[in-house]
């Protein structure tokens, strides 16, 4: 079973800019669809983004469309997610998903890392 394992995270001002990352540990990332969710405090975990084994599909809530970037590397076998024009709505800790198909990702059904904590202030 893949460990995956967030970072880059952190503290940063409405309007900025961050990129997490994804790691994946194991010699089949390249077979596994990966996504990012979200899960602001008293909230439920939410979807943001996914993308399938080759990266050429890619899907994102209507809430980070054209502001956020989900992209992988499969020489380090790294996801991750470009996230521009922050909102204060964007904090949450996020999470990373990996999985054997797209729509097992997206039913939460893939193996989670352990999040990062990201907070635009205003």
């Known amino acids: 079973q893949v460990q995956v394992v967030e970072s880059g995270g952190g503290l940063v001002q409405a309007g900025g800019s961050l990129r997490l990352s994804c790691v994946a540990s194991?010699?089949?990332?390249?077979?596994?669809?990966m996504g990012w969710f979200r899960q602001a405090a008293g909230k439920e975990r939410e979807f943001v983004a996914v993308?399938?084994?080759?990266?050429?599909?890619?899907s994102y809530a209507a809430s980070v469309k054209g502001r956020f970037t989900i992209s992988r590397d499969y020489a380090k076998n790294t996801m991750y997610l470009q996230m521009n024009n922050l909102k204060p709505e964007d904090t949450a800790v996020y999470y990373c998903?990996?999985?054997?198909?797209?729509?097992?990702?997206?039913?939460?059904?893939?193996?989670w890392g352990q999040g990062t904590q990201v907070t635009v202030s205003s």
């Open positions: 194991g010699r089949t990332f390249s077979s596994y669809a």
């Open positions: 998903n990996a999985g054997p198909d797209i729509t097992t990702v997206q039913a939460m059904g893939g193996s």
């Open positions: 993308i399938n084994w080759s990266g050429g599909y890619t």
